[in-house]
């Protein structure tokens, strides 16, 4: 089996500034890094990391930046033939000022030929035979909910960037992974963070099971019979959470791949994310299957939630 990830390509140019400028403000940033993104790649390092058969589908443009984002994966392990080049459009770029103390940023993105994935694109053998097919919404969402039509793998969606989606993409998903915010936007509900209330919110959506990121919290776990779940992350010391969901996705799937049970799956991808955010940047420490395995010894079991 594998894992077939349909999704964004960025190039993400990182600038350190000491504050954020304000409206109409000019700042003078003290460093610049050029760095492979977009929530759609960043899910497919992480997968081909670990050690999974992982194919990416997705557009680039016709610029210098598009080879640079095809190298990155390629480097990660992970299949690009099915990404296109798009004549005339460039590369998704995610233009990211970030406070030396704090990390605290803003982010700008332009799609660029993210925009430019169609329907007909993702009707191509490695959706069709995918064992887990990975979604987030950074590509149009008609292409998105023709991608969940066509599997005949397990559709696992991250919604993000958050926003409202039809029922029947819903009822296709087999495992929902929102953050809080996400999913309370879902729902349509504010208020009580509570893990029974996120619980009970997850519970009322179409898909058949949902993980909700916590962040340093772990996750919680709704599946479609059973007791909810709080899986907590081993200790580390992060230096930069900047992609952890990214790696938890990626990882999720590819424990998902494998056959692992969904809360033996979500124990994996906590494990994972919580090595990612030992180094700097989205994929500067994605981890290998190996180093999942070592530090899953002090990862502690999953507790119920009442």
């Keep these: 089996m594998s894992v077939t990830v349909v999704g964004s390509l960025n190039e993400d140019v990182v600038v350190t500034v ?3 400028p304000g409206r109409g403000e000019t700042v003078i940033g003290s460093s610049v890094a050029v760095l492979p993104g977009g929530k759609g790649a960043n899910q497919a390092a992480a997968a081909g990391r670990l050690g999974t058969g992982v194919h990416m589908v997705g557009r680039v443009g016709d610029d210098p930046a598009a080879g ?33 103390v704090g990390g605290e940023n803003l982010i700008v993105v332009v799609p660029g030929a993210n925009a430019e994935l169609t329907p007909a694109d993702v009707d ?25 039509a066509a599997t005949r793998g397990a559709v696992v969606l991250n919604p993000a960037p958050a926003q409202p989606l039809p029922a029947e993409l819903l009822a296709q998903v087999d495992v929902l992974v929102p ?17 029974p209330a996120l619980a009970g919110l997850a519970r009322g959506l179409a898909a058949r099971s949902v993980v909700v990121t916590l962040g340093e919290r772990g996750a919680l776990v709704v599946p479609a019979d059973g007791p909810v779940l709080l ?14 969901g990214d790696c938890f996705c990626g990882a999720l799937s590819s424990a998902l791949d494998r ?18 955010t030992t180094g700097a940047g989205a994929r500067g420490a994605l981890p290998d299957d190996d180093e999942v395995r070592a530090l899953l010894r002090r990862t502690p079991g999953p507790t119920p939630v009442d």
């Design 179 to 195: 953050n809080e915010h996400e999913l309370r936007r879902l729902a349509g509900a504010d208020g009580d963070a509570s893990d």
């Design 259 to 276: 056959g692992e049970p969904l809360a033996d799956a979500v124990r994996y991808a906590v494990t994972a994310a919580a090595l990612s």
């Design 231 to 244: 899986q907590a992350p081993p200790p580390v010391e992060p230096v930069d959470t900047t992609g952890a």
């Design 124 to 148: 191509v053998e490695s959706v069709h035979r995918a064992g887990v097919l990975l979604l987030q919404l950074e590509t149009p969402l008609d292409t998105v909910r023709a991608a969940a």
């Design 68 to 100: 640079r984002q095809l190298a990155a994966l390629a480097e990660a392990r992970v299949n690009v033939g099915r990404v296109q080049r798009t004549t005339g459009v460039p590369t998704g770029t995610a233009t990211i000022p970030v406070e030396a």
């Design 18 to 20: 000491d504050r954020l």
